[in-house]
């Protein structure tokens, strides 16, 4: 860790000066991601007369699913950058130039450029995200009792942000073009650039430089193989752009899950196998394999906001209110306000039940979060049924949903971080928590091919979606509770085995 002197002199809520400057560049940055995420889906399929790009909603949420799945799994070269060749903070800077610069291609009127914005925003969430929430630990010493509080005061800024972003974006781009909502996500995370540039002074020399530098040839090696992938992508852009070769979003998609899913199976035996791990870890390796198969079948169903149930919401929801029609993206919001609400509830029930010596398994936490979010797929078989009939649905149903995926999150996503922190092997913890990083990208891909089953013009289907949904989420939460009964014993909860360690954020929006 950086060592840091005035960093930690109280200046911003009795914490470090540079929690502002976080707090407020993930404010911007949260605010320009989420704002362009929420209408990602419904550009992708308006119609050419409605200024949309026409795609089918199986190619569209299959796009959706690539480019969410890709922002986490960017987060791991990211990080890696960061550690060994730039530093944190000069990451961060980067990562959100390119963020703007890729909210500023989306905003030009051109189908040829829509993908080149959305490699740029995903490349550039993938150097900043991991590092700016690095950056915020990297502002305490190890015993610094502000910790907790100053991560929680970093997470309500995220939370504002993407409130701002559903609010502030999501209107202009539904109210009065699809570009002109891109463009104030550009100016969102300018706004961000600006006060991060002229704050930085805050921060000190907290991650200034790489915290594992490589030797100069090493450096010179690495930055040849970055500029190679990026001279190859920016390649087959060209080609796509040209027409010269034809992408298929779904099939990459499907190919890609099965990669994604490849790889931590691959890395996990990798670790469990060669990595001379004792019985104890060996026990607990097992116990997180639970969690990480809880958290990507979550993400697969929680995802379905930014793709089905937007689509659902736009086609077949009543959302006037006399005669104002309530944008599509404010009902994304319910998560972030739910958040705000329910965050500090959800800590005291773990708080008060260990009091009572009823300490639940991680694996039953998240088994319980997985089949809380899955019964808001009930919901929307009920809500689907009467849109089947030819009805436009009443709110509630939506808000419902939105409320019970947010409650399932709570219950879930914290859990599974701090699980990862404290059942990894000590010395693999950093490469664990890189591979739990793929279970949202894997979740985020499939949730992106199961909304491809949405076709709005065979809306007798939609219940049969959201019931399977709910039936394999459900299952899988069932039979992770039933395992969870022995799994507590692999934990070794109780057992002294499980040492404290730095707070784990509240959510995956900020993994």
Known sequence: MSSNTHQNSAGFFGHPKGLSTLFFTEMWERMSYYGMRALL????????????????????????GLYTGAVYFLGLPGGWIADRLLGGQRTVWYGGIIIMCGHIVLAIPSQGTFFVGLILVATGTGLLKPNISALVGHLYQPDDVRRDSGYALYYMGINLGSFIGYMVVGTLGEKVGWHWGFGAAAVGMAIGLIQYRKTIGNLGDASLQPEHPMSPQGAKKAWGVIWAIVATVAVVAALSISGVITINPVAVAQNTAVIFTLIFFAYYAYIYFGGN????????????????????????????????????????????????????????????????????????????????MITPSYSLKCAIGLIIMASGFIVMFFAAQQAAAGLKV????????????????????????????KLSPRRFAGQMMGVFVLTYSIGNIIAGLLAGNFDPNNVSELPNLYLQIAIFSIGIGAVIALISLKSKSWEGLGQGHIEPVEPAEASAKTA
């Open 277 to 356: 791990l004792s019985q104890i870890e060996k026990r607990r390796m097992w116990a997180l394999f639970l969690v990480c198969l809880a958290s990507a079948c979550f993400w697969s169903g929680f995802e379905q906001a930014g793709s089905s149930l937007t689509l659902f919401t736009q086609d077949f929801t009543n959302r006037m209110v006399g005669s104002f029609e309530i944008p599509v993206s404010w009902f994304q919001n319910i998560n972030p306000l739910t958040i705000i609400i329910l965050s500090p509830f959800f800590a005291a029930l773990w708080i008060n039940l260990g009091k009572r």
């Open 41 to 64: 889906v419904m550009f992708m399929t308006a119609s050419l007369q409605k200024e949309g790009l026409a795609f089918t909603a199986a190619a569209a949420a299959a796009i959706y």
């Open 394 to 421: 009443a709110p509630f149903w939506l808000v419902a949903t939105y409320f019970l995926h947010t409650v399932g999150e709570l219950c879930l996503s914290p859990v599974a971080l701090s699980a990862v922190s």
